[in-house]
T-cell receptor
Framework: KQEVTQIPAALSVPEGENLVLNCSFT??????LQWFRQDPGKGLTSLLL?????REQTSGRLNASLDKSSGRSTLYIAASQPGDSATYLC????????????FGPGTSLSVIP | NAGVTQTPKFRVLKTGQSMTLLCAQD?????MYWYRQDPGMGLRLIHY???????AKGEVPDGYNVSRLKKQNFLLGLESAAPSQTSVYFC??????????????FGPGTRLTVL
């Protein structure tokens, strides 16, 4: 059964710092991995999708990497800003049950001005 | 494109009342999902649909029913609301399953309180 974990559960950093959020999954047979952002009281916004054949994706100050063999993905945020404060969730689309998406619990990020 | 929309945004029910949450998407997606999100519990899948006229149970289906009569709409019903169903409900959709290009899109959520 595919399980997704995220470490740390919460992170607080000063503005301007570069940071890394981690996502781990137990079964490497996936179609893709997606990173989402959720602001308090809001829905989930898709940030990046990495296909299983890709190693990384970039969007602005965000860079997501995927290492299927080790079951890991990282989301790198460069030069963090207070507006980056949110919860970040990763999710995988498993090949064994492709009709579902398996979510991690999220990392709550606070960027202190 | 409006993407994924949900109505209503907020609702307060009394125990035993019924209601229907509507999800609509204009992206011609085959797959649609209903999740609930509770503090400390993460996102939990209630029901989902892989195409018009189909529905399937997720991990927490009890107390809910769904229908997908039209491809663009996915309805979530509560026949007899209970306080345990107080939650934030999210609808999501994606093109299909089984290939790498599927990006899942979420609606803004419905905040439901059952008294």
């Amino acid at each position: 059964k595919q399980e997704v974990t995220q470490i740390p559960a919460a992170l607080s950093v000063p503005e301007g710092e570069n940071l890394v959020l981690n996502c781990s999954f137990t079964d490497s047979a996936i179609y893709n991995l997606q990173w989402f952002r959720q602001d308090p009281g809001k829905g989930l916004t898709s940030l990046l999708l990495i296909q299983s054949s890709q190693r990384e994706q970039t969007s602005g100050r965000l860079n997501a990497s995927l290492d299927k063999s080790s079951g890991r993905s990282t989301l790198y945020i460069a030069a963090s800003q207070p507006g980056d404060s949110a919860t970040y969730l990763c999710a995988v689309s498993p090949k064994t049950s492709y009709d579902k998406v398996i979510f991690g619990p999220g990392t709550s990020l606070s960027v202190i001005p | 494109n409006a993407g994924v929309t949900q109505t209503p945004k907020f609702r307060v029910l009394k125990t035993g009342q019924s209601m229907t949450l509507l999800c609509a998407q204009d992206m011609n997606h085959e797959y649609m999902y209903w999740y609930r999100q509770d503090p400390g519990m993460g996102l939990r899948l209630i029901h989902y649909s892989v195409g018009e006229g189909t529905t399937a149970k997720g991990e927490v289906p009890d107390g809910y029913n769904v229908s997908r009569l039209k491809k663009q709409n996915f309805l979530l019903g509560l026949e007899s609301a209970a306080p345990s169903q107080t939650s934030v409900y999210f609808c999501a959709s994606r093109l299909a399953g089984g290939h790498p290009y599927n990006e899942q899109f979420f609606g803004p959520g419905t905040r439901l309180t059952v008294l």
